[in-house]
């Protein structure tokens, strides 16, 4: 009995289609280092999802290039119409490739070639191929002439960045009516107003779908439609309908051959969140895949000099090892500063200690880099997917963070304002704040006193027996609205300011 062989995917990603629908999708933010960002964390998003759901044998990402293409040489009006790229996003596009790359994704992109053509090209060469399937992920449907049942699908969006679906033939001929390889004269017919491609002036989707279906292909219209209704209008644009024919059919032989061994889709799952801290993409941080293996993890090697030490792991009733015993000094030969003792939440170790001397607080460096973290153990499975012996996590959070807040520009707010505030909200804690107790009690009691007498006022008003709670804002709307004839829909402060003196009584 034979053993099938496992189909294997390779996700081919329209890179500029997608960053042009996240950045008009989602609001524009900045990252710490106050870079726009909005349309990457869309990516990011998508690619945590798509890694997650599909999970890719191989990936490869397809850019545009900015020099002329061979359309734009054919037809100088080419996607002429377009508004000049925001530098907001031509920045993003440019920065998408240090994302990919930390997905661990390949990117192609050839001067004169659109991606759709580098798309077209890698989907036909990979498509030969036994037992591999090609996904295209884009955000618009110009790749689906490239479909081919069981060998090329193309994945795109519904709305927004979230809800996707997947085109096959069936797919494609449920919303045209016609195959995939129609699409290229359906084009030529009907023009695309998004890439200004002409088309025949008077040829609407109907039409140019009923001529299809009828004659099969443009070319079989030109030489036996004659008896057809449209055929006069066709003909006399002939040479629009030829140009847009060319301008519309997508490449297949681009001057690239990728090897699917440079294409293994395999993310560094450290790197992607190093990539995300640095661009403060706190929430995607906790989608990231976490290592549930239970192998041990190898120590990392100790440094032949150490200048940073870590303070051992607490245990679960303990904060922290006590600032004592995390910063210990450095043998004679280390650095002749003294030594940095890497902690988590320092300012609960200072309180226990007399003194703690320099310090790097792993929680309040993940929280300034927009993390979200509630124990060095939590920060850890962010960081590295894993739950690292304290030993081992210190010193590569300490590294990990140290790099991100230099990247974000927030090393100086680090060092020059948090840093030192650390011991010196630990001494306040400590030395709290004299109170008078008994003066205490009897503002209190006056307060409380005062509240009673309040409410007995209020109650008299209301010539209510006891029946209302006060302190329900259902009830006390319903007092006001039909006992009181009040036109008021809160009993928020603002809307009792507004009627305090509308008292109909």
Not at 239 to 255: E, F, N
Not at 340 to 356: D, H, M, P, R
């Amino acid at each position: 009995m034979h053993q099938l062989t496992p189909i294997k995917t390779v996700l081919l990603i329209d890179a500029n289609s997608l960053i042009h629908r996240c950045f008009h999708a989602l609001p524009p933010f900045t990252n710490p280092a106050g870079e726009p960002v909005g349309a990457l964390y869309g990516i990011a998003s998508i690619l945590l999802k798509i890694v997650e759901q599909k999970k890719p044998d191989y990936a490869v990402a397809l850019f545009d290039r900015p020099e002329p293409t061979f359309r734009k040489e054919k037809f100088a009006a080419y996607k002429a119409q377009r508004p000049k790229a925001a530098d907001e996003l031509i920045a993003q596009i440019i920065t998408a490739h240090d994302l990919f790359a930390a997905f661990s994704i390949a990117t192609i992109e050839v001067p004169g070639f659109e991606a759709d053509d580098l798309i077209g090209t890698c989907a036909t060469q990979f498509s030969k191929e036994k037992n591999l399937r090609v996904i295209i992920l884009t955000g618009d449907l110009d790749s689906l002439q490239l479909v081919r049942d069981n060998h090329i699908l193309v994945e795109t969006f519904k709305k927004g960045i979230s809800d996707t679906l997947i085109y096959d033939e069936a797919a494609v001929k449920d919303r045209y009516g016609i195959t995939p390889t129609q699409l290229i004269d359906y084009k030529a017919l009907v023009g695309d107003q998004s890439d200004n491609i002409p088309g025949v002036a008077g040829i609407g989707p109907k039409t140019a779908a009923t001529i299809l279906q009828t004659y099969g292909s443009l070319k079989n219209f030109f030489a036996h439609g004659q008896t057809d209704r449209a055929y006069e209008k066709i003909i006399a644009h002939k040479d629009d309908a030829l140009l847009s024919q060319d301008l519309a059919t997508i490449r297949t032989d681009a001057p690239i051959s990728p090897a699917l061994a440079d294409l293994v889709c395999a993310p560094n799952w450290e790197t992607v969140s190093s990539f995300f801290i640095q661009n403060g993409f706190a929430s995607l941080t906790k989608r990231i895949p976490r290592d549930t293996t239970n192998h041990p993890t190898p120590a990392a090697p100790a440094p032949q000099k150490p200048h940073h030490r870590a303070a051992p792991a607490p245990s679960a009733q303990q904060t922290l090892l006590s600032a004592s015993a995390a910063v210990k000094t450095a043998p004679p030969s280390a650095a002749p500063d003294a030594p940095t003792a890497i902690l988590y939440n320092a300012k609960e170790v200072i309180k226990k200690s007399a003194q703690a001397g320099p310090i790097f607080d792993l929680m309040i460096a993940a929280q300034l880099l927009g993390i979200e973290t509630s124990s060095w153990e939590d920060l850890s499975l962010t960081l590295f997917k894993k739950e690292l012996p304290y030993d081992e996590f210190a010193p590569r959070a300490h590294k990990t963070l140290q790099e991100n807040l230099a990247r974000a520009g927030l090393a100086d707010v680090f060092n020059q304002i948090e840093t030192p505030l650390i011991p010196i909200i630990a001494a306040m804690e400590t030395a709290g704040v004299l109170v008078d107790a008994a003066a205490l009690k009897t503002v209190t009691a006056d307060i409380t006193a005062a509240i009673a007498a309040q409410e007995k006022t209020t109650k008299k008003l209301m010539r209510d027996s006891g029946a209302i709670n006060l302190n329900s804002p259902k009830q006390l709307l319903d007092y006001f609205q039909n006992t009181m004839g009040l036109k008021i829909k809160s009993t928020s402060a603002d809307a009792l300011e507004k009627i305090a003196t509308k008292n109909p009584s």
